[in-house]
C-alpha cells in the first residue's frame, strides 16, 4: 500500500480547538481500513444480545412500527424493516453502483488484464456456491434461496484483510475488492431478474422516464447532485411500486451520475498554483483573509468542484454514511435472531441451512480458487504483484463470509418468518466460520513466507 504523504511541520499552525482534541480520535478510527467492518460486528453483536433477551419484544415491536409520509393526498407507510431494507438500502446500492463505475472507468476493472482475475474468481464464487446449495435443496419450498450463498460481505471480508496488516501484499487487498464488486453486479443482477415479483407495467414504464430523464441530464452536461438525487428517488418510488425491488434504482442511478471532470488535471494545477499565488504576499500568523485572499480562495473551490467529478463528490459524501450508519442498521435490524442450542442442533438436518452453510464455507472457496486457477492455466489472467496462489486460497475462504448481501437476498426469497430465521442462522454461522478460516489460514500462509 503506497505510503500516505504527511505535510510539513509549519510554526504557524494554530493549536487544535477542545473540541478538535475531542473529535480526532473518531476521525482517525473512521479513517482506518477495518472500521467499517468493526462497526458492522459491534451492530450484529446487539441484535443478538437484544434478540436474546428481555428487550426482543420492543425490538420486534420497533422492527414492525410504521413510519408513514403525507403529501396532501399522497400518503407512503412503510414498517421500520421495510424503510430500512427497501429505503435505505437503496443507498448502499447507489454507492456500490458508485463503486463499481469508478473500477470499471479508471480502476482495477477497467481493462480486460486488469479484471480477468477477478472476473473469473467472481464467476466461480457465484456459480458453485449456488450449485451447492441447490444440490441440497433441488425442489421444494427452499429452492429459492439459491442466491443466497452467491454473495460476498465486503466490509467483513476487507475488514478481516485489514487485521492482517502487512503480513498480506497490497494486491491480494485489490484483488479482493475488485473480486467483491464484480460479485456485486451479479447480485444486483440476480435480485433484479430473480427476486423481482408480479411486475406492474405503468410503475415500470415510469422509472423508464426516471431513467431517460437522468440519462439526457447526463448528456447535455447537468452537474448538479440534487438533480440526479431527486430522479434517483423518484425512479425508487416507481420500481418499489413495480414489483422490481427499489434498491435496484441505487445502482442505476450511479451508473447515470457524470463522471467527467470539466477541466483536467494540469488545468487546475496551473490554475491553483495562481490563485495560491496570492498567499504568498500574506503577513505570517495573519487569521482574517484580506478581500483579494479571500477571492482567490473561492476561485480555488470552484477549480477543486470543477477538476472533481460528480461521481467522486457523491462517493466521498455518501461513503461514511453507509459503512457507518446503513449496513450496520441493517445489520441490527436483521441479525436479531434468537439463539437457542436446539435452533443449532436443527441446522444439522436441514437442507436449507446445509445449503446455506456448505455452499458459502465450501463452495465459495472451491468456485473462487478453482476458476482463478483455470484463468491462470489458460494465460487469460495472471496474478497481481506479490501474490501466489496460497492468499488466493485464503480470499477465497474469506469469500464464504456473505453477510450483508447474503441476509438482504434471504429476505428476499423467504417470506416466511420461520424460513428467514433459518436461513439468516446459517448465514452468520458461515460468515463466523469463514472469516476465521480466512483469517488463520492467511496468518499461516504470510509466517511461511517471512520464514
Known amino acids: 500500500m503506497p505510503q500516505e504523504l504527511k505535510p510539513a511541520k509549519t510554526k504557524n499552525v494554530a493549536k487544535p480547538t477542545p473540541f478538535e482534541r475531542v473529535i480526532r480520535p473518531f476521525q482517525r478510527f473512521a479513517s482506518q481500513e477495518a472500521s467499517g467492518g468493526i462497526v458492522l460486528i459491534l451492530a450484529t453483536v446487539a441484535a443478538l444480545v437484544v434478540a436474546n433477551s428481555g428487550a426482543n419484544g420492543s425490538y420486534l415491536e420497533w422492527l414492525k412500527s410504521a413510519v408513514s ?106 484483488f479482493l475488492a475488485a473480486l467483491a464488486i464484480v460479485d456485486d453486479i451479479g447480485a444486483v443482477l440476480v435480485i433484479a431478474v430473480f427476486y423481482s415479483h408480479g411486475i406492474d407495467a405503468n410503475f415500470l414504464i415510469g422509472a423508464g422516464w426516471c431513467v431517460l430523464a437522468l440519462g439526457v441530464s447526463n448528456w447535455i452536461g447537468v452537474r448538479s447532485l440534487i438533480v440526479y438525487m431527486v430522479g434517483g428517488l423518484a425512479m425508487w418510488w416507481c420500481l418499489h411500486h413495480s414489483g422490481l425491488h427499489g434498491t435496484v434504482a441505487g445502482v442505476v442511478t450511479a ?47 470552484r477549480a477543486i468542484e470543477r477538476v472533481t467529478t460528480p461521481l467522486q463528490r457523491l462517493l466521498h459524501m455518501t461513503h461514511p454514511w453507509v459503512a457507518f450508519l446503513i449496513v450496520p442498521l441493517f445489520a441490527f435490524a436483521n441479525a436479531g435472531i434468537g439463539l437457542s442450542q436446539a435452533q443449532f442442533l ?36 495472471s496474478l497481481p504483484d506479490g501474490v501466489r496462489m496460497p492468499h488466493v486460497i485464503g480470499a477465497g475462504l474469506l469469500g464464504g463470509i456473505g453477510f450483508t448481501m447474503a441476509i438482504f437476498i434471504a429476505s428476499l426469497a423467504f417470506p416466511e418468518p420461520g ?12 460468515s463466523l466460520v469463514s472469516g476465521l478460516l480466512g483469517f488463520v489460514f492467511l496468518m499461516a500462509v504470510s509466517r511461511k513466507r517471512k520464514a
Request: aromatic fraction near 6%; proline fraction near 4%; glycine fraction near 10%.
Open 69 to 174: 409520509v403525507e403529501i396532501g393526498t399522497f400518503r407512503e407507510s412503510n414498517t421500520v424493516l421495510q424503510l430500512i431494507n427497501d429505503g435505505l438500502m437503496a443507498v448502499f446500492f447507489l454507492v456500490v453502483g458508485l463503486e463499481i463505475k469508478r473500477e470499471l472507468l479508471t480502476g482495477e476493472l477497467s481493462t480486460i488484464k486488469q479484471a480477468a482475475l477477478p472476473l473469473a474468481a467472481a464467476l466461480g464464487g457465484m456459480r458453485v456456491p449456488a450449485a451447492v446449495y441447490l444440490a441440497f435443496n433441488h425442489s421444494g419450498p427452499s429452492k429459492p434461496g439459491w442466491g443466497v450463498p452467491m454473495a460476498t460481505d465486503i466490509a467483513f471480508a476487507l475488514g478481516v484483510l485489514a487485521l492482517l496488516g502487512d503480513r498480506v501484499p497490497y494486491g491480494l487487498k485489490v
Open 255 to 301: 451508473f447515470l451520475i457524470p463522471a467527467k471532470s470539466r477541466i483536467d488535471v494540469r488545468g487546475f494545477l496551473d490554475r491553483a498554483k495562481q490563485y495560491l499565488s496570492c498567499f504568498e504576499t500574506a503577513k505570517p500568523g495573519e487569521r482574517v483573509l484580506s478581500g483579494d485572499l479571500e477571492s482567490s480562495l473561492h476561485s480555488l473551490e
Open 346 to 381: 436443527q441446522l444439522s438436518g436441514d437442507s436449507l441451512a446445509l445449503g446455506v452453510i456448505i455452499g458459502l464455507v465450501v463452495g465459495k472457496p472451491l468456485g473462487i480458487v478453482g476458476f482463478s486457477w483455470l484463468a491462470l492455466k489458460l494465460k487469460l489472467a
Open 419 to 430: 424460513t428467514l430465521v433459518v436461513a439468516k442462522t446459517a448465514i452468520l454461522v458461515a
